[in-house]
């Protein structure tokens, strides 16, 4: 794969597989499909949630209040979810079969207890950068490639600030699983489609 790209890998943890604390359906399928990716690409991004207890987005911070749920919070929207990847718990781990050994970066996302952070460029405040887009720029990156849970949620939104960060953005389908909360994967794919990002399969790399 051509050095102006880079492969983002996003959220594959137990957390978000089959006995996890946020199962997407059919997750861990993923794993082999990412593997092959990951081999097509020098320049290669983890990202992995990674939550303090008591996070503001589980439900169970907020008495009450069932999963799945959305109240208002002081940054906006925010889905209440099960407690899931927590840091340095099993369930945050990434998943044993992720074999990525050339990954050189890890960007861990929502490990502020006071705000949610489901894009891998800036928090769900839209205010604070993680610093990815200045990393990938110092590597020469002009093109995102982005793959892994859940495309509705976290993949998406890591595409859309890519686009609004100058990159180029591609969401390979077949490397991605969703939750799909009441309509939220087509919604996604409506406003990924519409900010110019791309949707291609896994044989295109």
Not at 13 to 21: A, W
Not at 187 to 205: N, P
Request: hydrophobic share 45%; charged share 15%.
């Amino acid at each position: 794969m051509a050095e102006k790209a880079a492969l983002l890998v996003v959220d594959v943890q137990n957390g978000f597989c089959t006995g996890g604390g946020l199962p997407v359906p059919d997750g861990e399928a993923v794993v082999p499909v990412i593997n092959r990716l990951a081999a097509r690409f020098s320049q290669v991004i983890l990202t992995q949630d990674w939550h303090p207890p008591g996070h503001v987005s589980f439900a169970a911070s907020h008495p009450g209040h069932q999963p799945f749920e959305t109240i208002p919070l002081s940054y906006g929207e925010q889905i209440l979810w099960p407690v899931h990847c927590v840091q340095g718990t099993p369930d945050a781990d990434f998943h044993p079969g992720l074999h990525i050994p050339h990954a050189h970066a890890i960007v861990r996302k929502g490990w502020r207890a006071e705000v949610d952070s489901y894009s891998a460029f800036v928090e769900a405040d839209r205010q604070t950068p993680t610093g990815l887009a200045g990393l990938l720029r110092e590597l020469g990156v002009r093109h995102v490639v982005l793959c892994g849970l859940a495309t509705d949620f976290c993949v998406s939104w890591s595409a859309l600030d890519a686009r609004a960060a100058g990159f180029e953005a591609t969401v390979v389908d077949d490397a991605c699983r969703a939750i799909d909360l009441n309509g939220s994967l087509a919604r996604a794919w409506t406003q990924m489609h519409a900010a110019g990002v791309r949707r291609a399969m896994s044989f295109a790399f």
